[in-house]
């Protein structure tokens, strides 16, 4: 018999198997270092990249608001050290080294697109393909470099993608079907160098065959979900759903997944068996856009009944509540979202907007302000916190901070 689970159970499991509910650093003093960053990010698999850098860059936001105030040199540090590489996983992030195997079936199939002309970065045809071989042998005669290092006048920001340069888009390609990989990042710009300067031995030309290696990534995707259907599990490492299910039908029969079923959804959910069942969840967190929790916008309405959609690329005049606008998790709901600019030229963390929502309850508000300095602090933002009064939660917010 197949056990049924709340929803609101199915909720706290998600939020605990995240990694919220710890207790988390209270104020600027000694906060998490290098063992609680490992730990995490083993607990969530990867660390989504994102160059938007209007309130926090993406990677950054996911350990605040699991761990609190910390300083993020040393989870640089971590991110880019010999531990942690980079690779497209789910988009680009960071993932713990002995992951990068079982991504080798994907870089053969980026090879097999770029030999198609099928690429998002370019094609064998191309001018930057005729650059990859001249990459290569910079690589090798000069170690690991950033593009930047290796651009002259004549190849900057002449291509379509973002203002890549050719060898910028050699190098993603080179990137994406794995003959060069990360060395790290210097001011965020991503550091090349092939594959025998910076990997150890235990992963240097290991790949993994693709079915083993979707069973792996399916495990590490349920256990960070600890409850979830298939295209939960599925979605978190950008997998098909046609690779994905003989991987949970595998985990099944191993038991490591068992079936269940969550009222209100229409679909079949699987637990994890070691996800833990905790009878409340005590949390307050700003959810970046690309935190796992929110990411897989379906099962944030399905979770949390609320609904996701960033707009950074929607054009002002259509957005309906911000450039980049965060929700608020409070406990195991999500009851408001509110739109951040950390305006670091004059210490200000700016409340561009902010929005209630139908789980908003009367104490949150004072809980929102307290997380909206916390937030402050850790950026390093000694102003006061400016709140320009668009949104259904702006008055009383703003009201709430004056009164602090």
């Known amino acids: ?166 060898v910028k888009r050699g190098l993603e390609t080179m990137f994406r079907v794995g003959d060069v990989v990360s060395a790290g990042r210097v001011r965020f710009e991503r550091v090349y160098a092939l594959p025998e300067q910076v990997l150890p031995a235990s992963v240097l030309g290991v790949e993994v065959p693709r079915e083993e290696a979707v069973r792996q990534l399916m495990s590490m995707s349920a256990r960070a979900h600890g409850i979830g259907t298939l295209k939960d599990f599925a979605d978190y490492f950008r997998l098909k759903t046609v690779d994905a299910l003989p991987a949970v039908l595998s985990l099944v029969e191993e038991g490591e997944l068992v079936p269940v079923e969550v009222e209100g959804w229409s679909k079949p959910a699987w637990l994890h068996r070691d996800a833990r069942r905790p009878r409340r969840i005590e949390a307050e967190a700003l959810l970046s856009p690309f935190d796992p929790v929110v990411w897989e916008r379906s099962r944030t309405e399905r979770l949390f009944d609320f609904r996701y959609r960033i707009e950074i690329y929607t054009p002002e005049p259509k957005r309906v509540y911000g450039y980049y606008t965060l929700p608020v998790l409070i406990d195991d709901r999500l009851p408001a979202r509110i739109d951040l600019k950390s305006d670091r030229q004059s210490g200000v963390l700016r409340v561009q907007s902010a929005w209630a929502e139908p789980a908003l309850l009367p104490d949150d508000v004072p809980r929102i302000a307290a997380l909206l300095r916390r937030a402050a602090a850790w950026q390093n933002l000694p102003g006061d916190i400016h709140v320009t009064g668009r949104g259904t939660l702006a008055p009383a917010l703003a009201a709430e901070l004056a009164r602090a």
């Open 1 to 166: 018999m197949v056990d049924t689970i709340s929803a609101a159970r199915a909720r706290r499991i998600a939020l605990a198997a995240q990694g919220f509910g710890a207790r988390q650093t209270a104020g600027t003093g000694s906060g998490p270092g290098t063992r609680q960053f490992n730990l995490l990010l083993r607990r969530l698999a990867l660390l989504q990249i994102d160059s938007v850098n209007v309130y926090e860059r993406s990677h950054y936001q996911p350990v605040f608001a699991r761990l609190g105030h910390y300083d993020k040199a040393l989870l640089d540090a971590v991110t880019y050290g010999k531990g942690v590489t980079e690779y497209w996983a789910h988009e680009a992030s960071f993932l713990p080294i002995e992951t990068l195997p079982l991504m080798a079936w994907r870089k053969n199939d980026y090879r097999d697109r770029f030999l198609a002309g099928t690429s998002e970065t370019g094609s064998a045809e191309s001018a930057e393909a005729s650059m990859i071989p001249w990459l290569r042998a910079e690589l090798a005669a000069k170690g690991p470099m950033r593009a930047s290092e290796i651009e002259h006048d004549s190849n900057r920001r002449q291509g379509p993608w973002w203002g890549w340069s050719e």
